[in-house]
Structure formats: C-alpha cells, structure tokens
Nanobody, 121 residues
Framework: QVQLVESGGGLVQAGGSLRLSCAAS????????MGWFHQAPGKEREFVAA???????YYADSVKGRFTISRDNAKNKASLQMNSLKREDTAVYYC???????????????WGQGTQVTVSS
C-alpha cells in the first residue's frame, strides 16, 4: 500500500502563511496526480487543490489566488503553500493520491493521516 505522510500544519494568525508537505512511502504511479483535501469539524471532507503528473493544477474556488500546489515527482512529494490564511481555513488537511480527474471530482484512492491547520484571528 502507498503511505502518505503530511507535515507542516500548525497554528498561524489570519493573514499568515503555512506550507504543508506530503511524502509518499514509495514512488508514485506514473500518471497519477496528488492533491489536498480538508475537513473542518462538523463538515464533510472537501477538495482543496490537485496537481497532475505533468503539472496541471486545479483549485477550489475558496482558495484560488491564495494557495499553490506543487510536486516533485522524483522525490514523491507534494506541497501546498497557503498564503493569506483565513479563520475559515481551519481544518485537518489530508494529502491524496489518485488520477487527476478523480481528485478534481473530489475523490481519492489513497489518503494521508492528516495534519491540523488552525488559523486564529
């Protein structure tokens, strides 16, 4: 099984920035995308951002212009740079691995364990 491990979560003030990282335990499958989802208390897990194997990106409307997803295929890693954070961004963030089209549709075959992001005001 593929294991995904997130890091970089923490507490930040509104307007600040955080960078999340996701490391895969093994080489990612060629053609697969990587993505990020989040889940706030009492809410469903929802799509945040995804990046395809060749670098195409797609973002949820709520984070466009603020978050940037990137990947390093050789290192089996993906990152999410989060700028201009809002209190509403507070959630557990999960790394995801699946084909790009499925990630964009809000589903994923593989999931990380999650990392907490808390934005204070």
């Amino acid at each position: 099984q593929v294991q995904l491990v997130e890091s970089g979560g923490g507490l930040v003030q509104a307007g600040g920035s955080l960078r999340l990282s996701c490391a895969a335990s093994a080489r990612t499958v060629s053609g697969y995308g990587m993505g990020w989802f989040h889940q706030a208390p009492g809410k469903e897990r929802e799509f945040v951002a995804a990046i395809g194997w060749i670098g195409s990106t797609y973002y949820a409307d709520s984070v466009k212009g603020r978050f940037t997803i990137s990947r390093d295929n050789a290192k089996n890693k993906a990152s999410l740079q989060m700028n201009s954070l809002k209190r509403e961004d507070t959630a557990v963030y999960y790394c995801a691995l699946d084909v790009f089209s499925r990630l964009r549709a809000g589903v994923s075959e593989y999931w990380g364990q999650g990392t907490q992001v808390t934005v204070s005001s």
